[in-house]
């Protein structure tokens, strides 16, 4: 018995990640070699990308998450701060507990670098 192919214009299609994933990946290995302007650079091509999806998502969290530790790592607080609570309040609306939880904990050590002891406390308290 022969075996019956499916025409292609009936296939599903093949599920394709946003090269605004691939952006934002290829940001952290500059974030972590110390690049910080190619990584911000990358970071910027993914923001751009998924302001033109229907949807952004958690990938437009992620994004912010990213942009924020490297504004932390650049001394850049006030800035990081903005970009943490901007995908904390992401983390949250999609409710992803795990990514609200480390941007939490990004805010508490941007506090404590800031010497913001009392903040850091309220941050790490709440849930």
């Not at 923001?47 to 912010?64: C, D, I, T, W």
């Not at 609306?93 to 404590?112: M, S, W």
Request: with cysteine; hydrophobic share 40%.
């Amino acid at each position: 018995m022969a075996q019956q192919r499916i025409p292609t214009w009936r296939r599903p299609p093949k599920p394709v990640r946003p090269l605004s994933c691939h952006r934002k990946e290829k940001a952290n290995p500059f974030r972590f070699l110390g690049q910080f302007p190619e990584a911000m650079e990358a970071l910027d091509q993914a923001e751009a990308e998924h302001g033109r999806l229907r949807f952004p998502g958690l990938g437009l969290v992620a994004v912010q998450y990213v942009r924020a530790w490297i504004l932390v790592e650049q001394e850049r607080l006030d800035e990081a701060e903005e970009s943490a609570n901007a995908a904390a309040l992401g983390a949250m609306h999609f409710a992803d507990e795990e990514r609200h939880r480390a941007c939490r904990n990004l805010l508490g050590i941007i506090a404590f670098d800031r010497q913001r002891y009392a903040d850091e406390l309220r941050i790490e308290s709440q849930p």
